[in-house]
């Protein structure tokens, strides 16, 4: 069976390739995640993604690298990692009682194939109050996640009216299109 690696550092993204039974190693891209100037945020993180699988194919050339990026778009805004509390506070309120979108960008590669694609997922919260938003950015520390949530964790469980979309994909992999890929294009049979 051909090597597998996945070009993130982040515990969820590893938890859905285990979750899917995939044999993988890791490899932490090292990438500058800054923006580009003018990018339009949906284009963002399939930029991202490319970056980061061009920072790890050259260490496993016989591989087949996963390499995602994500990204919380409202109002053409890009919620990112928020910096501390008061900008996870901030982006939680921005979030509360509104819909955004949630995109995903997969980069999947080996020595003679590419493949990039972006998955979208809509999240519509309730409206949150202050002590909910508090409650959650004082106890989940959401300060390495974008848009500073995490849907499996209390604020997605109580939070979250409704998806429409992938909730695999919130998260941070669209692992079902991932499987998909993997098995359809570079011929990887998982169980």
Do not use: C, T
């Given at each position: 069976m051909q090597k597998i690696i996945l070009a993130s550092q982040s515990p969820r993204r590893q938890q859905l390739l285990q979750m899917a039974e995939l044999k993988f190693d890791v490899i932490i891209a090292d990438v500058d995640e800054t923006n580009?100037?003018?990018m339009p945020g949906d284009d963002v993180p399939a930029h991202l993604a490319v970056k980061k699988a061009d920072a790890v194919s050259h260490l496993a050339p016989d591989?087949?690298?996963?390499a995602a990026d994500t990204v919380v778009l409202l109002d053409g805004d890009i919620l990112g990692k928020p910096t501390?509390?008061?900008?996870?506070?901030?982006?939680?309120?921005?979030?509360?009682?509104r819909t955004h979108r949630v995109v995903t960008g997969v980069c999947i590669r080996s020595s003679n194939k590419e493949t990039v694609f972006s998955v979208v997922t809509e999240v519509h919260f309730r409206p949150l109050s202050l002590a909910q938003i508090t409650?959650?950015?004082?106890?989940?520390?959401?300060?390495?996640?974008?848009?500073?949530?995490?849907?499996?964790?209390?604020?997605?469980v109580t939070g979250i009216e409704k998806?429409?979309?992938?909730?695999?994909?919130?998260?941070?992999?669209?692992i079902g299109d991932v499987i998909h890929v993997l098995r359809t294009e570079y011929g990887i049979q998982t169980a």
């Open positions: 580009p100037p003018g591989a087949v690298v996963i501390d509390a008061a900008d996870a506070i901030a982006m939680l309120s921005r979030l509360s009682g409650h959650y950015v004082d106890n989940y520390r959401p300060f390495d996640k974008a848009g500073a949530y995490a849907i499996q964790e209390w604020i997605g998806i429409n979309g992938d909730y695999y994909n919130v998260m941070g992999l669209p």
